[in-house]
């Protein structure tokens, strides 16, 4: 269902002891939890948080007969309040992968993938209510859509596909994601080059979804709790997938350095191979930075 990115070199740089209390904060189908998991001994405790219902359900089957395996359908954001349930003050290993599952993106319901018919729903927790791309996309004013587009998907002449949306709403609701991809087509200029097609594309919906799931919030949130919760010697590992992910990361690593309670510990950031990419082209964009407390 899913390729864990940069597996092998997560696990090296977490350095799992048998007895470490992990944190997987982005479950997703258990790829990088199940390797975590064979570090542990029976001693060890792996807690994993996923918002997402199906990939939580695959691995309460997967790790069914595991007694030091704790699930919780939760956000990442939500870790303080995971780990005063299980009378845990503080862990000592905690991955974040901040990165779409293949089987979310290849949904034929989700609307994640431009190149699907789907409603413009976007949301990672469908089980409950809250905003979607459809409501983004035909209720936000024209100044709230530019915001959008401009600050999550880095589209700095979007004033005539937002135009354009506006005027198309008008006459009815755009309802699925074949409706705005025909706006796009419309809105902006290839230069007969496809890449230069996809990428709008792909811009215009990572900018719906970062919005929808409020993801840049989520992270700051968990940015601004986690040293809290992380015993001295414990590591972080995050996977960022686009550069404004990324620059949050950097900022915390920064800031936190400056006043002596972190310090990296891969001091160049790891990034997928030509082979790894080849093999997984979703994971062209993947950086990991894992850091530990002082």
Not at 252 to 278: C, H, M, P, S, W
């Amino acid at each position: 269902m899913h390729i864990p990115v940069l597996l092998n070199k997560t696990i090296e740089l977490l350095d799992i002891q048998p007895n470490d209390v992990v944190v997987d904060g982005t479950l997703g189908f258990g790829g990088h939890t199940s390797e975590m998991l064979k570090k542990l001994g029976a001693q060890g405790v792996l807690i994993g948080l996923d918002i997402d219902q199906a990939a939580l359900k695959y691995c309460e089957t997967l790790f069914k007969d595991q007694k030091n395996v704790f699930l919780f359908h939760k956000s990442y954001t939500q870790i303080k309040e995971v780990l005063e349930t299980l009378k845990i003050a503080k862990v000592s290993k905690i991955l974040l992968d901040l990165g779409l599952s293949s089987y979310q993106l290849d949904s034929e319901t989700r609307g994640f993938s431009f190149q699907k018919e789907a409603s413009l729903d976007m949301r990672m927790d469908d089980s409950k209510k809250g905003l979607t791309a459809k409501e983004i996309i035909n209720q936000y004013s024209e100044a709230d859509l530019e915001r959008v587009f401009r600050e999550y998907g880095e589209l700095y002449n979007c004033q005539k596909f937002v135009g354009n949306i506006v005027h198309m709403r008008k006459k009815a609701l755009i309802m699925n994601t074949t409706e705005l991809v025909d706006i796009i087509k419309k809105s902006f200029y290839f230069r007969n080059k496809r890449r230069v097609y996809i990428k709008t594309c792909a811009q215009v919906f990572q900018a719906l979804r970062i919005e929808v799931n409020q993801e840049f919030e989520n992270i700051k949130q968990f940015l601004d709790q986690v040293l809290d919760l992380w015993m001295p010697q414990g590591r972080l590992a995050i996977l960022t997938f686009h550069s404004l992910e990324d620059k949050l990361v950097k900022k915390f690593i920064r800031e936190y350095e400056k006043k002596g309670l972190i310090k990296r510990v891969n001091k160049k950031v790891e990034q997928t191979t030509y082979a790894d990419a080849k093999k997984n082209v979703r994971a062209r964009s993947a950086k990991l930075r894992v850091v530990e407390r002082i």
